[in-house]
C-alpha cells in the first residue's frame, strides 16, 4: 500500500504554472509534511516543509515567492503550488510525511512515488 500518491506533475514553459498534491494516507499522527526534489547526480533537497508542532513553513530560498504549500486536512492531501517556473525548477519531485500510528514508538518517514517536472525555455 502506497502511504502517499502524488499527481500533477508535466511539462510547462518558462513562467508557467503547476500543482502538485499529495493524497496522504490517514494516520493518527503526523509531525512533519513536506516537498522535495531531485535532479540526477544531486542529492535530494527540500523545497516546502511544515513541522507541525511549529506551524510555519521553511521554504527554500530559491523557491520563497514563487512556491506555496499548503494543506487540505479533511481531504489528508498536500498541495505544492509553483509559479513563475524556471528552468532550474526542472525534477522530480516528491512529497513526505513523518507519520506515526498509536501502537508505535515513534514516526516514520514515507515518500511519494514522486512526479516529474520540467520547464523550457
Known amino acids: 500500500t502506497q502511504e502517499l500518491v502524488e499527481s500533477g506533475g508535466g511539462s510547462v514553459q518558462v513562467g508557467g504554472s503547476l500543482r502538485l498534491s499529495c493524497l496522504v494516507s490517514k494516520w493518527t499522527y503526523s509531525s512533519y509534511w513536506g516537498w522535495w526534489r531531485q535532479v540526477p547526480g544531486k542529492e535530494r533537497e527540500e523545497v516546502a516543509g511544515?513541522?507541525?508542532?511549529?506551524?510555519?513553513?521553511y521554504y527554500a530560498n530559491s523557491v520563497k515567492g514563487r512556491f506555496t504549500f499548503s494543506r487540505d486536512s479533511p481531504k489528508n492531501t498536500l498541495y505544492l503550488q509553483m509559479n513563475d517556473l524556471k528552468p532550474d525548477d526542472t525534477a522530480m519531485y516528491y512529497c513526505a510525511a513523518d507519520l506515526r500510528r498509536p501502537s508505535e514508538s515513534s514516526a516514520r518517514r514515507f515518500w511519494g512515488q514522486g512526479t516529474q517536472v520540467t520547464v523550457s525555455s
Open positions: 511544515l513541522v507541525t508542532r511549529e506551524q510555519r513553513t
